[in-house]
């Protein structure tokens, strides 16, 4: 038991810096980016490249895969989604936008990175041993940069000037262009750091996992269902909606057989939505 | 604002011009002269399973460019350049259906190599027999090759072939008398699983677990993995699992303490295998293709490099998959010109081919086989390799001709 119950807390903190990324654009634009995984996949393998085949410092490569997905974020708001939502009439053409966004991402990295499935060897070996579970040591540090950077986020939302601007564009994007901010740059620099924030994710986690070019969308739907639970566009409800998945991933592998997990995963979901549409922490207008 | 809307409009414009031609070009410079042999490629080319297309398409393109840089394959005395044709399926049934009508119908292609899975060969069927066509597939349920498709060949060893060989060998190498089954839940890994479970039954193994399964994207396999290594089984065998997920597997398994055999009947990647798992991936047996130095012919070391130029890189599995467009070219050499567009003359050729194997560098012959298994004969008779896992390379340990 005590292993279901690590594995779970130790699966909700990477799932929750996953889904930050996704729910942030979503509360700003108001568009779930399906391309959140390609860009979690992206950061994996800027990882790849840049730490584990050119040597470089992990955090120098985390920082760079931060940068350039980043700048993808900031050209796929200017270039696709500004001019999209200022001329588009019906909401669900945002969503195939963005799948076609996605598309092109994985279309792209299996251009350049290739079909194998890539890894990186962690630097950090061994087990520790916690009140009976065991945890790799790498899974210990992901944990641990996970809680820093999830703090971090939470920190420049509600202390910063700049955090608490693209706060007030998430819970009313008009009245917050009436009071005098600059919401489409400000909207644009968010989308950055959703992107980046998925990359910056991807990275990490490559410590652990295999990457490949097709893994994006995967990741996007896991990512949709936990700001789904937690609640669109609620950066708390990102984090909630993040342990929640991961507990349920851990505790349905542990004691049902694993192809039934997920099919009691989604039953749940729908039964939530149909009490709370909004997702747990969802309010109205987000 | 207008002057940037026709700017916008104009560049893409442009742009578009600018692909087309360059399409066009290529095409213009790699059309070949003389009669050419079409060959078409079926497999998913792009998501979770592009690997498993994309190999086949490079293996394909490499063989094809081996006989066409000597100016083609000869047939009756009359060479033919070979032009390979590719359609991506997208692992969905319903796309492998429709580009299987595209090749048959629009390219009037008769020889096609693919697809990858079950269920992609299973909906292209049809449309495949309907067209007088043939396939090599690399799927594994037998009811895909056996009566009354008599169109479809199967490219490779599979879980029934290789379950008992792997399996017996654990027996009298380590001493297994326990096994467990852990499959990725997906009707191909599930297949292979139930193979598995029936050879370690027939081989008086006694089975610990077999229903464990995971879902395709799973990354945490801790929780799976820890209800199987505490049954304490001497074998744990990893049904259909994907090469990526393989290490992450043997890892979770180390680390909890198995120290017995961790086994599958799917190729693996020994780059992947040496990033994720490291040492602890030591002593892991899979499926390979017979392209170790210690096998491989001038011939094979030939189509390594092509391949190598054409993928970026090489790739184990592209071993196996290089059979596929040999054999039916060799067939087809055998059959006579006639076979070309008559895939009827082409089977009928199928029980007398009995060739030397120019990709091992021993005397070894190709054929088709399965009349035991399937029926008739519809499988090709690539030589079953089992490789292990040893400090950041794959080692042949079995290579098997019979089975």
């Known amino acids: ?286 | 604002m207008k002057l940037k809307k026709i700017v916008s409009v104009l560049l893409i414009f442009v742009l578009c011009i600018a692909f087309v031609s360059a399409g066009a070009q290529k095409e213009k410079v790699e059309k070949p002269d003389g009669p050419t042999l079409k060959i078409g490629v079926l497999g998913v080319m792009s998501g979770a399973g592009a690997s498993w297309g994309l190999v086949t398409k490079y293996s394909t393109e490499a063989i094809a460019e081996m006989y066409n840089r000597e100016g083609g394959f000869e047939i009756d005395g009359v060479k033919y350049r070979i032009e390979v044709i590719t359609e991506d399926t997208r692992m969905d049934a319903r796309v492998s259906r429709t580009a299987m009508e595209k090749l048959i119908h629009q390219d009037k292609i008769k020889y096609i190599v693919g697809t990858n899975i079950d269920d992609t060969t299973a909906s292209a069927q049809p449309v495949l027999e309907a067209g007088g066509g043939m396939n090599v597939s690399y799927g594994f349920h037998k009811d895909l090759f056996k009566a009354p498709h008599y169109n479809t060949f199967l490219g490779m060893p599979t879980p029934y072939n290789s379950a008992p060989i792997i399996y017996d060998y654990t027996m009298k190498t380590y001493g297994v008398k326990t096994i467990s089954f852990v499959a990725r839940n997906d009707s191909d890994s599930l297949f292979d699983r139930d193979e598995g479970v029936e050879a370690a039954r027939n081989l008086g193994l006694r089975i610990l677990s077999h229903t464990e399964t995971y879902e395709p994207g799973t990354t945490d396999f801790y929780p799976i993995i820890t209800r199987i290594v505490r049954m304490n089984p001497d074998q744990i065998v990893l049904s259909g699992v994907a090469p990526g997920d393989a290490p992450l597997i043997i890892k979770v398994a180390r680390e909890l303490g198995f120290k017995g055999v961790i086994s599958t009947e799917t190729g693996q990647d020994a780059i992947i295998l040496s990033e994720i798992a490291g040492n602890y991936a030591n002593g892991f047996l899979s499926i390979g293709s017979a392209s170790s130095p210690e096998f491989a012919s001038d011939f094979m070391n030939d189509y390594m490099k092509i391949y190598s130029r054409i993928a970026g890189e090489w790739n184990d599995e592209a071993g196996t998959k290089a059979y596929a467009l040999y054999m039916i070219l060799q067939t087809l050499k055998i059959a006579g010109s006639k076979a070309i567009d008559d895939v009827e003359v082409f089977k009928a050729a199928v029980p007398n081919v009995k060739i030397q194997n120019p990709f091992v560098n021993r005397d070894v012959s190709l054929s088709y086989i399965g009349s035991e298994i399937l029926g008739h004969p519809r499988q090709l008779g690539v030589p079953l390799v089992v490789n292990e896992y040893r400090n950041g390379s794959l080692e042949t340990i079995i290579f098997e001709t019979e089975y």
């Open chain 1, 1 to 286: 038991m005590s292993q279901i119950i690590i594995n779970g807390i130790m699966l909700g903190m990477s799932y929750s810096l996953i889904a930050l990324g996704l729910t942030l654009v979503f509360g700003i634009m108001n568009i779930v980016n399906f391309a959140h995984g390609q860009m979690y996949m992206l950061g994996g393998f800027i990882i790849y490249y840049v730490y584990a085949q050119w040597g470089l410092n992990f955090f120098v490569a985390l920082l760079f895969a931060a940068l350039l997905l980043g700048v993808i974020g900031l050209v796929f708001e200017k270039a696709f989604f500004r001019r999209f939502l200022r001329e588009s009439r019906r909401p669900e053409s945002s969503m195939l936008l963005a799948i076609g966004t996605a598309k092109l991402l994985e279309s792209v990295a299996l251009i350049l990175f290739g079909e194998k499935h890539r890894g990186v060897t962690p630097f950090i070996t061994g087990v520790v041993s916690f009140m009976g579970a065991y945890i790799p040591k790498i899974k210990l540090f992901i944990f641990i940069m996970s809680f820093i950077l999830i703090l971090g986020l939470l920190i420049f939302i509600k202390k910063t000037s700049f955090g608490l601007a693209l706060l007030a564009i998430v819970q009313d994007k008009e009245v917050t262009k009436l009071m005098g901010v600059d919401t489409n740059r400000l909207s644009m620099i968010g989308f950055a750091i959703g992107a980046a924030l998925a990359g910056i994710s991807g990275g990490l986690l490559t410590l652990s996992f295999p990457i490949y070019a097709g893994m994006g969308s995967d990741i996007s739907i896991k990512s949709f269902i936990m700001i789904m639970i937690g609640g669109a566009g609620v950066v708390p409800g990102a984090i909630v909606g993040g342990f929640i998945l991961g507990m349920l991933e851990s505790f349905g592998y542990g004691f049902i057989p694993g192809s039934a997990t997920y099919l009691l995963i989604f039953l749940l979901v729908i039964l939530l939505l149909i009490f709370k549409p909004l997702g747990i922490m969802g309010k109205p207008g987000y």
